[in-house]
């Protein structure tokens, strides 16, 4: 039973446009929330989190939006630029916060066109 | 910093052979983690140590696998024998300390191909 769900396997937007992307979860006990992209050929690299106090974090053009009754959160990344185009994964963890309990979605791959 | 480091970056055997991974963490880094890529199953969680001690390797999937971090530089994680479904991206990554808000930073991975 996946636990983070990521319902769109891809997503293609135009450059200088808005790129949403969504995650869903099912466990309520889940308190910290992080995005990963992942370009071919390397390991995933950290984009940006929020906790479970916060309903939203920003950084830069990206920023993540957290709705704790819906169990969704989402990624906006605006504008979106060519080089945004990877995979992008959603992860939640909690119980305490134990890194071990840190669960994957199984991705999203954006695709940015100039 | 040199990052993650793992080897080799791609590993192709015959199935029945052993394989071994092996990853270098970040330096200073205490905890490490072997996570495994499939196209139906994501980015899984196979085993973490915390300070060289395995803490929990409930995701390691059958007892063809072990992991083993004999130091705070160096772990290794081997499959004896191989099979073709062990066929997938490893991935090893470390991170400062232990909570949930820890980032991880990850290798670039080990693809396996098990013929």
């Known amino acids: 039973d996946q636990q983070v769900k990521q319902n769109s396997p891809s997503l293609s937007v135009q450059e200088g446009r808005i790129s949403i992307l969504n995650c869903d979860y099912t466990?309520?006990?889940?308190?910290?929330f992080l995005w990963y992209k992942k370009y071919p050929a390397e390991g995933p690299t950290f984009l940006i989190s929020?906790?479970?106090?916060?309903d939203k974090n920003e950084d830069g053009r990206f920023t993540v939006f957290l709705n704790k009754s819906a169990k969704h959160l989402s990624l906006h990344i605006v504008p979106s630029q060519p080089g945004d185009s990877a995979v992008y994964f959603c992860a939640a963890s909690g119980n305490g916060g134990s890194q071990g309990n840190l669960i994957f979605g199984k991705g999203t791959k954006l695709s940015v066109k100039p | 910093d040199a990052g993650v480091i793992q080897s080799p970056r791609h590993e192709v055997t015959e199935m029945g052979q052993e394989v071994t991974l092996r990853c270098k963490p970040i330096s200073g880094h205490n905890s490490l983690f072997w996570y495994r890529q499939t196209m139906m199953r994501g980015l899984e969680l196979l085993i973490y140590f915390n300070n060289n001690v395995p803490i929990d390797d409930s995701g390691m999937p059958e007892d063809r696998f072990s992991a083993k971090m004999p130091n705070a530089s160096f772990s290794t994680l081997k499959i004896q024998p191989s099979e073709p479904r062990d066929s997938a991206v490893y991935f090893c990554?470390?991170?400062?300390?232990?909570?949930?808000?820890?980032?991880?930073?990850f290798g670039s991975g080990t693809q396996l191909s098990v013929l």
């Open positions: 990554a470390s991170s400062l300390g232990w909570g949930g808000s820890e980032k991880l930073f």
């Open positions: 929020i906790s479970s106090i916060k």
């Open positions: 466990n309520s006990m889940f308190d910290y």
